[in-house]
């Protein structure tokens, strides 16, 4: 997983949220400029953005560009609210409750399908 635009105090409390559930971060990259070529480079299986960021949208698109394979979850820290682009999906799918459990779960739902192929 990769950790893209988020606050301090978010990513503070992502990495410590996933690290208890056994999900790995394998970067973090937090300058939009250098997302794209982090994200094909890295490969990951999720990446996490601030939903509520300007550029986040384009960051989405930028990422499926450089890693399709990748989940792309648009998270807003103050709201119970994602906006998950999954591999291959035309277009979102948005989970409205719950946001450390629901997560936890797209995270944990990615690792075991990549896993078991």
Known sequence: MVLGNLGPMALMGMRRLLSEDGIEIVGE???PA???PEVERLQ???VVLDLDQADSQRL???VRLACPQAKVVLWAPTEDVMEVIDPGAKGPRW???GVP???LAEMSTMQMTQ???
């Open 34 to 36: 250098t997302m794209a």
């Open 60 to 62: 989405s698109r930028l």
């Open 44 to 46: 990951p299986d999720v």
């Open 115 to 117: 896993a078991e192929e």
């Open 29 to 31: 990259v937090l300058a």
């Open 95 to 97: 989970v409205l409750s």
């Open 101 to 103: 459990a629901d997560l």
